[in-house]
């Protein structure tokens, strides 16, 4: 069995493969030859002959098998740890990345339950409950995978916010720096003050109806979660409309 390290299989490449190939071929080539041979040195045709030959071919066929169990166990490690550093080289979150780590983690989570399943069945062991465990770990994996592209919505809202609040309190203090060098009236001045209030108090309205338009649009409509979404986007818009109306 290869014996090579987690961390040199970035830098080997397709090596593994090629050694994983060359040394299934040369094995099974002299397993071929081993039973080969003896199959050919029996030379009658008795009935006891026959099935020595049969068994011969039975066993050979079982070897083969062996053999080729244990490198595809070796290609499946070597495409796990290939998978596994791939998740590892991933930096700060962004939709781009966590597209990438979902279907990683799920081909993983595949991979691991398609050699499960392929080991019980050998054994003649039940599945169900290996097909449980991984349905189970799929779902976790996407419920991961969600929350953080909620993060990633909820970060961008707040910069967003953060972002309006400051252009509010920059507008407010040039308005306050005009009225205290009397270049508008008090009128003036509350009327433009109202004025701005009400324009960012609309703008974060707005980027949290789109925060929440942008979770929805990741859920199952016929979740609780989706449902809990949908109030609150009514709420946010109830909002808005009385801001319209108090304008008016």
């Given amino acids: 069995?290869?014996?090579?390290?987690?961390?040199?299989?970035?830098?080997?490449?397709?090596?593994?493969?090629?050694?994983?190939?060359?040394?299934?071929?040369?094995?099974i080539a002299e397993v071929e030859k081993e039973y080969n041979d003896r199959i050919k040195a029996i030379k009658g045709n008795s009935e006891k002959e026959i099935?020595?030959?049969?068994?011969?071919?039975?066993?050979?066929?079982?070897?083969?098998?062996?053999?080729?169990?244990?490198?595809?166990?070796?290609l499946l490690e070597i495409e796990k740890n290939n998978l596994e550093n791939r998740l590892e080289s991933f930096g700060e979150n962004s939709e781009r990345e966590l597209n990438e780590r979902l279907n990683i983690q799920l081909k993983l989570n595949d991979m691991m339950r398609d050699a499960e399943i392929k080991d019980a069945e050998?054994?003649?062991?039940?599945?169900?409950?290996?097909?449980?465990?991984?349905?189970?770990?799929?779902?976790?994996?996407?419920?991961?995978?969600?929350?953080?592209?909620?993060?990633?919505?909820?970060?961008?809202?707040?910069?967003?916010?953060?972002?309006?609040?400051?252009?509010?309190?920059?507008?407010?203090?040039?308005?306050k720096k005009q009225y205290s060098k009397g270049e508008i009236?008090?009128?003036?001045?509350?009327?433009?003050?109202?004025?701005?209030?009400?324009?960012?108090?609309?703008?974060?309205l707005q980027t949290m109806i789109k925060e929440v338009q942008a979770e929805m649009a990741l859920l199952d409509p016929d979740s609780d979660k989706y449902a809990d979404l949908e109030d609150r986007l009514a709420n946010l818009q109830s909002q808005i409309d009385e801001i319209v109306l108090i304008r008016r």
């Fill in 1 to 27: 069995m290869l014996n090579i390290s987690k961390k040199n299989y970035g830098r080997l490449g397709k090596v593994p493969y090629r050694y994983i190939a060359d040394g299934r071929k040369r094995e």
């Fill in 51 to 74: 099935e020595l030959r049969t068994n011969l071919e039975a066993l050979k066929g079982k070897a083969i098998a062996e053999i080729n169990d244990k490198y595809d166990k070796e």
């Fill in 122 to 175: 050998k054994n003649g062991e039940d599945v169900s409950a290996i097909i449980d465990k991984y349905g189970k770990r799929q779902n976790d994996i996407v419920m991961r995978n969600l929350e953080s592209r909620f993060g990633l919505i909820e970060d961008y809202t707040d910069k967003m916010i953060d972002r309006q609040e400051t252009a509010s309190i920059e507008e407010y203090n040039a308005l």
């Fill in 185 to 204: 009236s008090r009128e003036d001045y509350e009327k433009k003050a109202y004025e701005i209030g009400v324009k960012y108090a609309k703008a974060r």
